[in-house]
């Protein structure tokens, strides 16, 4: 059998991930053990957060170690098992890290029907963590209701246009921003935003008034920074921001750029609530029994993203941060 490759974290990054961050070793496969399994991992996960897992920095889960496989979600097939609950051929998806091949013995993982979806990696957005962002997000702690005003940020990625499809089929008026016309066109004719914001061409404070004339009930903020300054100053009475992502200062080198209009949650009786997913997955069937119709019946769909090959892991990695990704972005192993 040929050795298995696998990319350990090497270095702490300064500004964005490079590619020497990052080291691949090969290793020979090893033989199983009763109740053990051999996955070949087919699909990556590529997320922002995974900056701040490279770093020092205090987060929901350690730092990953110099010299450890770098933590990733994927999914990937059971190619040998002597586990009674994974036979060969079953498709799983949990943190398998960002190598070819794992052997397990199945605990964290999930077995899914990779042919019941229109992607296999659909079980990394749309029926994943992803997925389960957007839906816990915006109604844990949006509280959306029918009728309100919804802005989102990185309306284009994976999250965000998971957020904008959401909020969209609970009956909300959905504002979008992205970056670009071609992901902003993308949001409003495909996804069903009633009005986009495209914050590299666009002055966001002044679209904002424009866009939400009496204000925004809930803003699912992906990017924190000055786009969050803006929002604030447009809350309405008993807003809600979700604070899912910062995506704007995870390279941050300095101090991160922290909100200077906070005052206006006083005045806006409002709420800014953080959130991990990694709190609600025992919750994933109660929402995947809500949102699974509306994939079914093609009122949330999701995009892939792929970069072929574990060697280029960084370099999509760095597509996040520089705006590059198009919906999912996945490393095809
Ligand atoms: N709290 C949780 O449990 C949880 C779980 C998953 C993800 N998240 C967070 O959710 C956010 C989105 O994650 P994702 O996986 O869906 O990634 P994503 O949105 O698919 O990709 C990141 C996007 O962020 C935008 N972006 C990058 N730099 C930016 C900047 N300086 N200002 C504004 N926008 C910028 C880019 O879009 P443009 O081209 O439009 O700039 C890019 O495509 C991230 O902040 C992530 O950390 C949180």
Request: net charge neutral; charged share 25%; with cysteine.
């Amino acid at each position: 059998m040929t050795d298995r490759r696998s990319l350990h974290l090497f270095a702490r990054p300064e500004g964005l991930p490079k590619d020497e961050d990052f080291e691949m070793r090969h290793e020979a496969p090893a033989p199983l053990a009763d109740g053990q399994l051999r996955i070949a991992v087919r699909w990556l996960s590529i997320d922002p957060a995974m900056r701040v897992w490279m770093s020092e920095q205090k987060s929901y889960w350690p730092p990953v170690g110099l010299g450890e496989v770098m933590r990733s979600a994927g999914i990937g097939e059971v190619v040998e098992s002597r586990h009674p609950r994974y036979p060969v051929g079953t498709w799983v998806s949990g943190m398998t890290g960002a190598r070819e091949e794992l052997v397990c013995d199945g605990k964290g993982f999930r077995a899914f029907d990779a042919r019941a979806l229109p992607h296999p990696a659909w079980a990394l957005s749309v029926f994943g963590a992803t997925g389960l962002t957007a839906y816990f997000g915006l109604k844990e702690i949006g509280q959306v209701k029918p009728g309100e005003t919804v802005v989102v940020s990185a309306a284009a990625g994976a999250v965000g246009s998971t957020v904008v499809q959401m909020a969209r089929n609970y009956g909300c008026r959905v504002v979008a921003i992205a970056g670009g016309p071609d992901k902003c066109a993308w949001v409003k004719d495909e996804l069903g935003a009633h009005e986009v914001i495209d914050y590299k061409h666009e002055k966001v404070a002044k679209r904002l008034a424009e866009t939400c004339p009496d204000g925004i009930d809930v803003y699912f903020d992906n990017v924190g920074g000055e786009i969050l300054d803006a929002v604030l100053r447009r809350l309405k009475l008993r807003a809600r921001i979700v604070l899912c992502g910062g995506i704007s200062q995870y390279n941050a080198t300095g101090v991160p750029v922290g909100p200077a209009n906070y005052l206006s949650l006083i005045s806006a009786r409002a709420r800014m609530e953080g959130f991990v997913v990694i709190d609600y997955l025992d919750r994933a069937g109660e929402a995947i029994a809500e949102f699974g119709p509306w994939a079914a019946a093609g009122k949330l769909t999701s995009r892939i993203d792929e970069v072929a090959g574990l060697d280029h892991f960084a370099e999509a990695l760095r597509r996040l941060y520089t705006g590059q990704n198009f919906g999912k972005q996945v490393v095809k192993v």
